[in-house]
């Protein structure tokens, strides 16, 4: 009992709510709750441990599969630097594989967090970078630069520029980004039906693209068909000196939203509720916004439009952890996201596997089969969603 | 007792880039601790406007609003998170979340950067929640309450606030009777018992002239304060909200339709039976007097539903209420082609 005489209840105009609040306070029911709130937490603990058991095995499944298979002891061997370093497999693993499956775990937790976020925002459980036109956005910027450029494109998306036309790239994408989600939120604050804000950004996306299509009409065949691939979606578009952009931005973003976990509660229940309950609402939007752009636009700029891994991650996640409470939730959509972009990386690895090595599956449309269903199973159920519409 | 929340010549309304549009102005107010205000006034006589400006939602247009002595304006937003809580009209329907869960949300103003909840604040929740008799709905997803247990989590959550002064935009808009009732009272109940000033907004008029320490009545670009007899008394509620159609009546603080018939009924008997049978009577546009003379009589025995009714040289008796509806009803729509006899002015050509 002792700990009701917290330094609030000293204050004048608390002394009767205190006396009261310790009358009806008996040991039996405290304890009754605490044992209740403990249920509910470890079932999220290990929930988010074991995505992190399987977010470890897909991790070396990753390395080790693909057109020439490498056995999982020697994939241990060569990240812990025992191998002799000598080996084709190490090549292939160190240059090729670990940059590739790292930023599957990062594009994943990146699109994961940034539906997450959005989701939280507008308080509507379609939302993600793709749907609120952030994607489409981000593609213009990349647009712009790539197809104007003039600069000879090589590798997967970016100009021989070097790491400088690379950060350009980058740039323009966030800055598409932002572009689309500041035109979304304002046209969100005048319409109040969630249907509406994603229509909203639907029809931004719509008008980016037709600016995109009016750039790439003007482009040579050359450039044309790296815009092409580029649309396709592929995690292996990050080499080392890439990586130097591309994971510090990813991690930044992921530890906005690690540290605002409680503010991202208040907005569960709606701006006006938070901003009573004492949350800056106004600064609170702006970071989110900017937090969701960084994540969006990067992941969109080094992996291409990637689709359905921003909306069907969070749902997921709601689902196993069976909570809409962002402490679980924040956690288990990075380890999720990381889960599922692996996985799909691997999927799209199956026709290099088969007799023939036919090449790969796009990547988009890996993601587009696993998040279809997630986004229909989510309009079924809406009722035991974490928004209602 | 003392005053929890104030205004000073306060002005509510709007802002627009050129021009005022006030909805309430010279509101000099008070709420002290201990006490239930209930708000009312018909549609767009400003009342969200009102709270929404005492919470500083909005700004006021001129004049302040002060809070345990603080002009609002001073208070940083955690401050007045501390001092004051809503409770909204809109559903605030999270699903995946247990109610207490939400009613652990209003200890944000308290939290250290984590969003960490101490034990002190898990002391507090678990106050919150007794206080609205929900201890028992505690652990089940907020989704899979009904609206009336949700709004007590609701109020929980801006208890866990622990704040001087609760305002609540119409929190009885969507439950049913029962719920409303029982919401109004508990309500009341939070008021004496944990010395908190409330105002409340409501659509509820009878059951706010029941149950309000003070009323706050706003009509035109006016607000009258007072306790509800007064205001009955000074006339101030029927000027609020009767209308050509709608009629006041002082002494049973009920509303009722204008019938613009001149039929009278006198009903004669007494008990439960006798008042439900003048009801029917009253809802099929007769109205209940006391005087014979040109009015229909009817006649019902004590505890029992037969009835005899006279209507000039007629007769009629019956049993039930439904029987004495359908021929209330045909004899009021008979009324202009019926017979001359039945017609006040033939009652009083014949004496």
């Known amino acids: 009992m002792s700990s009701c005489g917290t330094s609030r209840f000293l204050g004048n105009r608390n002394v009767v709510k205190a006396v009261h609040r310790l009358a009806i306070h008996r040991p039996s029911h405290r304890s009754r709750s605490v044992a209740k709130r403990w249920n509910g937490r470890s079932r999220q603990s290990i929930v988010i441990l074991s995505m992190a058991f399987v977010l470890v095995a897909m991790f070396l499944l990753s390395l080790a599969v693909s057109s020439v298979w490498v056995p999982l002891n020697q994939v241990l061997a060569i990240l812990t630097g025992t191998d002799s370093g000598q080996s084709a497999a190490h090549t292939v693993i160190n240059e090729v594989r670990l940059p590739r499956s790292l930023t599957a775990i990062l594009a994943g937790a990146a699109l994961g967090i940034a539906g997450l976020q959005m989701q939280t925002l507008f308080r509507n459980p379609l939302a993600d970078p793709y749907a609120l036109g952030i994607a489409s956005g981000a593609s213009l910027g990349v647009a712009l630069v790539l197809l104007t450029s003039g600069a000879i494109v090589s590798g997967v998306f970016a100009s021989s520029l070097g790491l400088a036309g690379d950060a350009a790239v980058t740039a323009a994408s966030i800055a598409g980004a932002a572009l689309a989600i500041t035109v979304v939120l304002a046209l969100s604050n005048r319409v109040e039906n969630p249907a509406t804000v994603l229509i909203l950004g639907l029809m931004f996306g719509y008008s980016a693209q037709a600016f995109v299509t ?29 990586m130097t952009i591309f994971a510090p931005l990813v991690l930044v973003g992921l530890a906005l939203s ?6 991202l509660n208040a907005l569960l229940l709606g701006e006006n509720y938070a901003s009573s309950m004492g949350l800056n609402v106004r600064r609170m939007r702006l970071l989110t916004m900017a937090g969701a752009s960084v994540l969006g636009g990067v992941a969109t700029a080094f992996c291409g439009p990637i689709a ?82 | 007792m003392s005053v929890a929340v104030q205004t000073l010549d306060l002005a509510v309304g709007y ?20 006490e239930m205000v209930c708000l009312l006034g018909t549609n767009g006589t400003g009342k969200s406007t009102l709270l929404r400006t005492l919470a500083r939602i909005q700004p006021a247009l001129s004049g302040s609003v002060t809070i345990d002595g603080t002009d609002v304006r001073q208070l940083s937003q955690m401050e007045l998170a501390r001092r004051v809580g809503i409770v909204l009209t809109e559903r605030a329907t999270v699903g995946a979340l247990t109610a207490r869960r939400i009613v652990e949300l209003g200890r944000y103003p308290y939290w250290d950067w984590s969003g960490r909840m101490t034990q002190a604040d898990h002391d507090v929740v678990d106050w919150a929640i007794e206080s609205v008799g929900a201890g028992h709905l505690a652990s089940r997803d907020s989704m899979s309450l009904s609206d009336g247990e949700r709004q007590r989590f609701m109020i929980a959550r801006a208890l866990a606030q622990e704040p001087s002064i609760l305002l609540l935009d119409e929190p009885t808009a969507f439950l049913d009777v029962p719920s409303r ?110 005087h014979t003379t040109d009015a229909l009589t009817l006649a019902v025995e004590r505890g029992s539903t037969s009835w005899e009714l006279t209507t000039g040289r007629t007769h009629h008796s019956g049993t039930g209420f439904a029987t004495l509806a359908e021929l209330a009803r045909t004899l009021i729509t008979a009324q202009p082609h019926g017979d001359e006899t039945n017609s006040p002015r033939a009652d009083n050509l014949r004496n």
């Open chain 2, 181 to 290: 009732v029982e919401l109004m009272g508990l309500l009341r109940r939070l008021a004496r018992d944990e010395q908190l000033a409330i105002v409340v907004s409501t659509h509820d008029l009878e059951l706010a002239l029941r149950m309000a320490d003070t009323l706050w009545l706003a009509a035109g670009n006016k607000l009258t304060a007072g306790i509800p007899e007064d205001l009955i008394l000074a006339g101030n509620v029927a000027e609020a909200f009767q209308t050509e159609s709608i009629r006041f009546h002082p002494e049973e603080r009920t509303f009722s339709l204008v019938t613009d018939t001149r039929r009278y009924a006198v009903v004669r008997g007494d008990g439960l039976n006798a008042v439900l049978a003048a009801a029917v009577l009253e809802r099929e546009g007769f109205q209940i007097g006391t």
């Open chain 1, 258 to 263: 690690a540290v605002t976990t409680k503010q």
């Open chain 1, 214 to 242: 009016v750039l790439v009409a003007g482009t040579d065949p050359d450039k044309l068909q790296r815009w092409v691939a580029w649309g396709f979606g592929s995690f292996s578009g990050v080499n080392w000196p890439r």
């Open chain 2, 15 to 34: 802002k627009s880039r050129n021009s005022h549009s006030v909805v309430l102005d010279e509101l000099n107010l008070s709420a002290r601790a201990g």
């Open chain 1, 308 to 389: 359905f891994l921003g909306i069907a991650i969070p749902h997921m996640c709601r689902g196993l952890l069976g909570t809409s409470d962002h402490r679980a939730l924040v956690p288990g959509t990075i380890l999720m996201g990381g889960i599922v972009a692996l996985t799909a990386q691997i999927v799209s690895l199956i026709p290099s596997l088969l007799p023939g090595n036919s090449g790969v599956f796009p990547l988009n449309a890996v993601t587009s089969l696993i998040g279809a269903p997630v986004v229909v199973i989510v309009l079924l159920r809406n009722r035991r969603g974490a928004f209602t519409a």
